[in-house]
């Protein structure tokens, strides 16, 4: 076997791993400007400038695991599949699942670019498309990820999915209490 | 701060997970391995004792005969 068929290899699951990564990271910061979670760690302005800052990092991490899944013979992968989800003869759930995933954050990264020309509800709704994203990129780990059998990279995919179930878990939280407020307000 | 610890973290698993993968490249529960380097071709149990050659040779013309043919036809 050549050494560029390994080099791809290595290279689309390192760059799935760390896109997730970076992914969670990104999610996290987001909801986190809401519920003041990273509080202890940095004021809110720093929070929403790393929640940007992180869009340099998964962007090329994610844009890099496709090439190399492009290039990959034996995931046989077209540019086809990219638009089309669920086409893949291989693992047809699990492809399916990270195109909807790169499709989803295509269209969060849109909004936010074009966010002067969008309502704030508009661009809200756009950018909750971001948690469905995160789910099926997960999923999409879960369900082809080639490296859950070692233990630090499984705990590495289930920790990214602890900390954004508990954070959304607490914004929600967060969020009806402000609404029990606004409705106690209201009425008094 | 945050940002160099958000970074760290993406970079230290990118490098981590490139590390590892390049260590374990086929590992046995990886579905997109490819089939000719995972599984290498399985000897033979048992050898054959002995290789025979056998050549055929096929002769190029039909002998002609002078005898005269026989056609046996079907009795009604």
């Given at each position: 076997m050549t050494l560029d068929t390994e080099v791809?290899?290595?290279?689309?699951?390192?760059?799935?791993?760390?896109?997730?990564?970076a992914l969670t990271l990104s999610i996290l910061t987001g909801i986190a400007l809401r519920?003041?979670?990273?509080?202890w760690l940095s004021h809110n302005r720093g929070v929403r400038v790393v929640h940007g800052f992180l869009t340099v990092l998964w962007i090329p991490l994610s844009l890099g695991h496709v090439i190399a899944l492009l290039f990959d013979?034996?995931?046989q992968i077209g540019l086809v599949d990219l638009v089309i989800p669920f086409g893949v003869s291989y693992g047809r759930a699990a492809s399916g699942l990270g195109t909807i995933s790169?499709?989803?954050m295509v269209v969060v990264l849109l909004s936010t670019w074009l966010r002067a020309r969008l309502t704030t509800g508009q661009w809200r709704a756009f950018h909750r498309l971001s948690y469905v994203a995160f789910a099926a990129a997960f999923a999409h780990g879960?369900?082809?990820?080639?490296?859950?059998?070692?233990?630090?990279?499984?705990?590495?995919a289930w920790a990214a999915a602890l900390g954004v179930t508990l954070v959304a878990v607490r914004r929600l939280v967060v969020a009806r209490g402000v609404a029990v407020s606004a409705a106690r307000a209201t009425r008094s | 701060m945050?940002?160099?610890l958000a970074t760290a973290i993406t970079l230290g698993s990118f490098g981590g997970m490139t590390v590892f993968a390049n260590e374990n490249l086929y590992t046995s529960n990886a579905p997109l391995?490819?089939?000719?380097?995972?599984?290498?071709t399985p000897a033979?149990?048992?050898?054959?004792?002995?290789?025979?050659?056998?050549?055929?040779?096929?002769?190029?013309?039909v002998t002609s005969t002078n005898t005269t043919a026989l056609t046996r036809t079907k009795q009604s």
């Open positions: 791809i290899w290595v290279l689309a699951r390192s760059t799935g791993t760390a896109a997730l990564v519920t003041g979670t990273f509080a013979r034996y995931a790169a499709q989803l879960i369900m082809s990820g080639t490296d859950l059998a070692n233990p630090a990279v499984a705990a590495l | 945050l940002r160099t391995q490819p089939a000719a380097v995972a599984t290498p033979p149990t048992t050898a054959p004792a002995t290789v025979t050659t056998t050549r055929t040779t096929v002769r190029g013309s």
